[in-house]
Structure formats: structure tokens, C-alpha cells
């Protein structure tokens, strides 16, 4: 496990490499952004996206989602994985937001996950994106990216590394942190093809220092 100066290193480096990381799902609001992340699950944001492009411009508001029958709904969001179920986990979603919230997203986190399709991940992407609220969201890049660097355990749950993290992380970086271990797996410790010949943290990697053993 890497101690407090070189998790310090870490955290340094990936800002260097990647000064600009943002929330790559496009969106104009809170309620979109839910949306957005609601369809992103086993999804690239890339594909999202361009969904969403259409999307957003047909329906703007809850009750735009529920004026349409549900196969149409289904239709309009197809090309992307588990569309059927996301298509009506929307429509309940916006059920709710108009029941319970007036029609508009709720700010707090413990709320945000009584939303269907809304779990703790999307959740803290939300509170941390739309409202500025300090949180970090584990999704597979910084599962991967924290656990092969040895910020966290292997056998560690997602939870587990979502709670590491944030007592490892001074809080008023774990929003731009999370972004940043995002942009890292997903553009330079690859799931399949980590670049570990030219990662400027090899030398605290024991992950990659396998990979590399023989190469070095």
C-alpha cells in the first residue's frame, strides 16, 4: 500500500497529465445530467453522448419523458446497452422527481439514490458535478486505477474504495481527483493496455512493475 507522500505523488502527477479532467457526459443541467448517468451504466460516454445529442432535444423536463409511451422511449435511446430497463427506470425516475421533489433533481445524495436506476456512483457524480458537493464516485477506472496503484486493496468492495479514498484524499480534492483517476484509466492505465513502458508512476506501481518484469 503507498504511504501519504507517495499517494501525495500520485495525486500531483495525475494533475499534471491531465489538468483539464471534467465530466465527459454532456449536459445542460441537473436533470440531464441524471439522465446521462442513468444511461451511462455499461455504457462509454462517448455512445451517451451521442444519444443524449437527440435526446435532450426532444425531451426537456420530467413530464417530457412521461408524455411518450414507453416503447417509444425504448426507441429513442436502442443503440445503448440495457435500454429496455433504462428506458423504464426514466420514466420512474421522473415519476418520482415530480412526485416527491417538484419537478426538480434533488441535491442530496441520500435522496438522489431513492431515484430508480440511481445508485450510490451516480449519485455522488451528480451532488459533486451539478452542486459542487465534495465526493468521489467509483466507477471501474477508479476501482482500477486506485487498487493497481495500491491506494486500495485488491479485495477491497467498491465502497471500500470509495471510503479509502476519501480518508486519503483531503476533501476539497476529491471531486477534481475523481476526474482525474477517471481521465487516467480511461486514457492511460487502460483496462486491456495499460502504458506502463512511459507511466511517470511505474516506480510506485507494483501492478505495473509486474507487467513490466523481464521488459525494464
Known amino acids: 500500500m503507498l504511504n501519504k507522500s507517495q499517494i501525495r505523488e500520485c495525486l500531483d502527477t495525475m494533475a499534471n497529465m491531465f489538468p483539464d479532467a471534467h465530466c465527459e457526459l ?115 477506472h477508479v476501482e482500477r486505477v486506485s487498487k493497481r496503484l495500491g491506494i486500495c486493496r485488491w479485495k477491497d468492495s467498491v465502497l471500500e474504495v470509495e471510503k479509502t479514498l476519501m480518508k486519503k484524499i483531503p476533501e476539497e480534492e476529491w471531486s477534481v481527483t475523481h476526474h482525474r483517476l477517471i481521465f487516467f484509466g480511461r486514457y492511460h492505465c487502460k483496462a486491456q493496455s495499460p502504458q506502463c513502458d512511459e507511466c511517470p508512476l511505474l516506480h510506485l506501481c507494483r501492478e505495473g512493475q509486474k507487467r513490466m518484469k523481464g521488459k525494464l
Request: with cysteine; charged share 25%; proline share 4%.
Open 26 to 140: 454532456v449536459h445542460k443541467n441537473p436533470f440531464e445530467l441524471v439522465i446521462a448517468v442513468a444511461l451511462s451504466a455499461q455504457c462509454t460516454d462517448v455512445l451517451v453522448n451521442k444519444v443524449t445529442a437527440t435526446l435532450f432535444e426532444k425531451y426537456k423536463t420530467p413530464e417530457d419523458y412521461l408524455a411518450v409511451s414507453l416503447e417509444e422511449l425504448q426507441q429513442d435511446i436502442r443503440s445503448i446497452g440495457l435500454y429496455r430497463n433504462k428506458a423504464k427506470n426514466i420514466r420512474k425516475l421522473c415519476e418520482l422527481i415530480i412526485k416527491e421533489y417538484n419537478g426538480a433533481v434533488p441535491k442530496d445524495r441520500d435522496e438522489l439514490t431513492k431515484l430508480p436506476g440511481v445508485g450510490r456512483k451516480t449519485a455522488n457524480v451528480v451532488v459533486s458535478v451539478a452542486f459542487d458537493v465534495p465526493a468521489i464516485a467509483v466507477d471501474t
